[in-house]
Every structure is written in C-alpha cells, then in structure tokens.
C-alpha cells in the first residue's frame, strides 16, 4: 500500500515500456493505494485496481479480479510475492498471487529475483532505472498557485511517514530543525505537508498529533498544507526548490516531478530510488542502519529509544545539524547534479561508519 511500492512499479513498468516498443503495458495494483498516480503515466494502457480484501473473502468472484483479462504474453510478479507470510495482510495478498497463477495464463509468468532484468525471458527486453517524469493535472496547479506566496526560496515539508512515531524526530526536533534554517535562509518560506486523514485504506502520516501540529505552526512562520489531496502535494513539491523529509516511500514522488530530496535518513530502510534527479542523504553515524539487517530488534524499541539509537532524539539532530545546513547549501546550487549527489552520497557513505553492506539502489545489481 505505501506510495514508495506505486514508485517502484512505475519505474518497473517504463523499464520495460523504454525497451519495447510494441509492448502494450498493464499494471494491478492494490486498491488500497495511490493508484491514480498509475493512470496518469503515458505508458501504462490500464490499471488494475486489485480489492484484497474482496479477493479474501470471494476468491476469484471478486468484482476485482474478474475485471482482470485471463490470457497474456507476460506476467511479472513482484519478488517479494514469494515470499510473504500465511499471517495477516501477506496472507490476503498471497491468495491474491494463488489466484493469478491458478486462472491467468501467460508464455511466461513468474517473478524475477531482483528488480533487473535478470531471470526475464530473452526476448523480453528490460532498460533498468529508466527516468520517470509524472504529468500533474492541470487542476492541482491552478489549486496550488494560488496557495504559493511570492517568495524567493521554497522548501515543501513531510514532518514523517507511516511508519511508527519512534522512526521519525520529535515535533520539538523539527521546530529547532526549522528555525535553525531560517537563520541561515531567511528568505525560505515552508509548506508543510502531510496526510492525517486516512481513507480506504490508504497510509497516512500519523506521527503526531494535532496538538504537536499546533504547536509547531505557533513557534514557526510556516504554510499549512495538511490534507490538500494528494496531486495538490505533488504538485506543491514540484513547485518548491527542495524536499525535506525522513525516509518515507512519498518523498520518491518528489524525485518524479523533478525536485531535489533532502532526506532526514534514519529508520529501518535507507534511500534507494533517485530517479536521475539531485539528492542528499543526512545519514546518521551509527554502525546499525539500516535497521532492517541489524542486529537490534529495532521495531521492538519503545519511541525514545528508537530515536536515540537512529540519531532521531534531540541530541542527534543537533549533531546531524550542520549536515542538513550543508544539504541545503548542495541543492540549492545548479552545479550539483544527480552524477555529484551519488558521488557525495558514496563519500558520505565510507565516512559515516554505517552498515554499507546493507545498502542497495532500485535497479542495480551493485550496492553502494
């Protein structure tokens, strides 16, 4: 369901249209997600909005499912559908995938191993990391500008993800995070965005609460762009000079509308998909992340001390200070490109002391 899986499949999907040119492309995806983003991409033919949980409790009489043709050329799985739990939501997913095997039919069906074309079948021809560019309706730019106040310097705000509270700073950290840029930039103006009101289903980010939003819009001169909907974000995030946030799968859109990403880095997962556009990664000086391959049972942690160990508490940030001074200072010049983020990200990579082996990039066989 997270925005940073609908990115992968975008990316997957225009590897694929990039490289053959009479292929017709057709995407299922959850319905519990952001799916309109699919269907405002050239190269997709249609989508498929899969109800899990319909699929769950009708099988293949599912409304979703019957809408689904019953013969291919190809069908490509995600790798992960191999994998997934007889628990929970991976159980209704993986009855979804039981399913396609059972009654579509294809020359080829399975899944790769990777996100790369290895595995595929010869005459399927894969462009790994091919560049995504969203189109934005024409609607939420109108809604947007007249949101936009003239200013000279414009940095769009996600406060944190879906994930758990404990994974991204305390409301505190980020006023002292924004004020300090202020000091330094007093010509930026912040829009602060995010998505507490969740419907279908869908993520929404729900770290704080609305006293803490309160809180933060009193002791900060700052936008508030709380639940616009989510083209008008994108397109808010298109018109701003950088992206600021933790680690979560939305900011991957701000890559897609060609925004620099500045990224907070810190959690169980690290950054992977850049989409050809400048980035910085103020990554935490800790041998443990990303947490997903680390020794400590990270999401067992209570909040205080998943933000101590990830360098989220306020101590880390004060530390990891100068670092997003100067990761503003790289993306607000023309001169860093995408090619000078990697190199700048490798650096930062060999001096920070993480868990480098753990890393990896959407699409590359190598891992930094």
């Known amino acids: ?53 319909d699929i769950w409790k009708k099988g293949k009489k599912a409304n979703s499912f019957k809408k689904i043709p019953k013969k291919w050329d190809y069908i490509v799985s995600d790798k992960r559908s191999k994998n997934l739990s007889n628990s929970g939501y991976e ?33 399927l021809n894969y462009k790994p990391n091919s560049k995504i560019e969203l189109k934005v309706p024409k609607k939420a730019e109108n809604y947007i500008k007249k949101l936009l106040r ?84 994108i397109v808010l995030i298109k018109e701003s000079d950088i992206f600021l946030s933790p680690h979560t799968g939305f900011a991957f859109l701000a890559m897609c509308v060609g925004t620099p990403w500045l990224t907070l880095s810190g959690g169980n997962w690290p950054e992977y998909i850049f989409n050809d556009v400048a980035f910085y990664s103020v990554l935490p000086k800790t041998k443990e992340y990303p947490f997903y391959a680390s020794k400590i049972k990270f999401n067992e942690l209570s909040i205080d001390e998943k933000r101590r160990v990830s360098k989220m508490d306020s101590n880390g940030i004060k530390e990891r200070m100068k670092d997003i001074i100067n990761g503003i200072k790289l993306l607000t010049d023309k001169s860093f490109t995408y090619k000078k983020s990697i190199k700048q990200h490798l650096h930062n990579i060999n001096k920070s002391g993480i868990n480098k082996k753990a890393l990896f990039v959407f699409d590359s066989q190598n891992s930094f």
């Open 150 to 233: 003239k200013d000279k310097f414009r940095i769009a705000v996600l406060l944190a993800g879906s994930a758990n509270a404990g994974e991204y700073p305390s409301i505190e950290s980020w006023i002292y995070i924004l004020k300090e840029i202020k000091k330094k930039y007093p010509e930026v103006s912040f829009y602060i965005t995010g998505y507490n009101k969740p419907q279908n289903g869908r993520t929404s980010t729900n770290a704080y609460s609305k006293e803490d939003i309160d809180k933060l819009f009193r002791e900060v001169e700052a936008i508030n762009c709380y639940n616009i909907g989510l083209w008008n974000q």
């Open 1 to 53: 369901m997270p925005v940073g899986h609908i990115v992968e499949a975008l990316k997957y999907t225009k590897g694929f249209a990039d490289s053959n040119k009479s292929l017709d492309i057709y995407l299922a995806l959850n319905s519990s997600t952001t799916t309109e983003l699919a269907k405002s991409c050239s190269w997709i033919k249609k989508v498929y909005s899969v109800d899990v949980e």
């Open 91 to 123: 159980r209704k997913m993986r009855k979804y995938y039981g399913l396609t095997n059972q009654y579509l039919s294809a020359s080829w069906i399975d899944h790769t191993k990777s996100w790369f074309n290895k595995d595929l079948p010869r005459e």
